[in-house]
């Protein structure tokens, strides 16, 4: 079974290791800065193979060149996004598999965020990689793709198998649970949600990785095609896309 380490950096990254057992190779995801995850390694004794971004983000892609000068590990990135992956040695899309030593993730393509968005999922490890795609309780900002994209983006991750620990890439969760509950602030799971990520940060805790399962209930931006949500926004029976647009307008526009 993988080993998947949480690192929090900068103001509210998560930086991951995962780490094969047995082969005793070691991927990070999305390595923001160097020297954490170099800490990390070395506190372990874990050697870095793989660098997997999902996407070209300066806090996703900041320490690509320095972890590779230093451990000669090789870097991952979409192949459709090559030129802004700093470092990149082998490009990977849609349907392609990555072995980490016994283990394989399959790559997914969620464009919405970016248009050159990945994901790694692991499926024997029920651990997915999503980035800025999904997050607790929300969703990536569309800074360069379409509502289209990503609601797309964002059903072919819920497809996944309930028991998925999504490994995203930031602590928003307390920020998306205030806005979810301006949408549902009746919903008895969303209700229980929101006081569950209010204590955890209170106490100073992460609320990341959550389960895909918990995603499916309570996340608004996988529920755009719920009638119960879609009633609650006036929207009933429009294209579950246009209900997406509207909620992505209202988050980025939300300050709470």
Known sequence: MLEVIQIPVLSDNYVYLVHDPDSRHTAVVDPAVTAPVLDELARREWVLTYVLNTHHHWDHVGA?????????CTVVGFRGDAARIPGIDRMVGEGDWLELGSCQA???????HTRGHIAYWFQEA????????????????????????????LCKLRDLPDSTRVCCAHEYTLG???FAMTIEPDYPPLLERAKQVERLRAAGRPTVPSLLAEEKRTNPFLR???????SRL???????VEV???LRRRKDHFRG
Request: with cysteine; proline share 5%; glycine share 14%.
């Open 126 to 153: 029920d651990a997915l990689f999503c980035g800025d795609t999904l997050f607790a309780l929300g969703c990536g900002r569309l800074f360069e793709g379409t509502a289209d994209q990503m609601w797309n983006s």
């Open 176 to 178: 998306n649970a205030r």
């Open 244 to 246: 997406f647009a509207e």
């Open 224 to 230: 755009a095609d719920d009638p119960q949500l879609q």
């Open 106 to 112: 399959s790559v997914l393509e969620v464009p919405g």
């Open 64 to 72: 690509n060149l320095e972890l590779k000068e230093a451990t000669g």
């Open 234 to 240: 006036g929207m009933g029976g429009l294209p579950a």
